[in-house]
């Protein structure tokens, strides 16, 4: 079955910049969507189509392409944006959808 | 506005039934994808299944498949996931999502239900 891997945690201090990692095979032809979820909340898209930013959602959030690895970017982090990140993304038929097991952002 | 709201907690023992409910408002149901997604405690996220309510095309993840069924009311703009036969196992919430149109040609899973916990326990 089709895996996305992420780091299990990344830590930063406030101001600085984080970079959540998602890696998987079909990455390099699918594109990959990446979620915030709060303690105790639903998940909120944040990046779409690999690069893009829904409406709302801060321009400190980005996103990059590498081949099999996709990047969140979070520049000059602050303590809101503690959370929990997934990436999603299918395989490379696109019938077979899957998240990443998840990266829990802590802001020192 | 647009929303997904989704039916209460539940409170279950091993081997009851349950059917829980997404009820969308705002857009046009029958037109948008729904997506269930499993989250256990202090677990992750997982791709359960999705349902095009318009037609009950339904594709489910090999891992759910048999175990769980999706299925949809187009009428009155709802969803639902259904279990049998429930499990310990099946203590989670889940979470409905739909996929939606955020560009022209873009689209992804942008609005989500509240969730609905399920605790399965003798």
């Known amino acids: 079955s089709y895996e996305l891997t992420q780091p299990p945690s990344v830590s930063v201090s406030p101001g600085r910049t984080a970079t959540i990692t998602c890696s998987g095979d079909a990455l390099a032809n699918q594109y990959a969507y990446w979620y915030q979820q709060r303690p105790g909340q639903a998940p909120v898209l944040v990046i779409y189509d690999g690069t893009k930013r829904p409406s709302g959602i801060p321009e400190r959030f980005s996103a990059s392409n590498s081949g099999t690895t996709v990047t969140l970017t979070i520049s000059g982090v602050r303590a809101e944006d503690e959370a929990d990140y997934y990436c999603l993304s299918s395989d490379s038929s696109g019938t077979y959808w899957v998240f990443g097991g998840g990266t829990q952002l802590t802001v020192l | 506005e647009v929303q997904l709201v989704q039916s209460g907690a539940e409170v279950k023992k091993p081997g009851e039934s349950l059917k829980i409910s997404c009820e969308g408002s705002g857009y046009s149901f029958s037109n948008h994808w729904v997506l269930w997604v499993r989250q256990k405690p202090g677990k992750g996220l997982e791709w359960m299944g999705i349902i095009y309510p318009s037609d009950s095309d339904i594709r489910y993840s090999p891992s759910f498949q048999g175990q769980v069924t999706i299925s949809a009311d187009k009428s009155i703009s709802t969803a639902y996931l259904q279990w049998n036969s429930l499990k310990a196992s099946d203590t989670a919430m889940y979470y409905c999502?739909?996929?939606?149109?955020?560009?022209?040609?873009?689209?992804?899973?942008?609005?989500w239900g509240q969730g609905t916990m399920v605790t399965v326990s003798s």
């Open positions: 999502s739909r996929l939606g149109e955020l560009a022209a040609e873009s689209a992804a899973f942008d609005i």
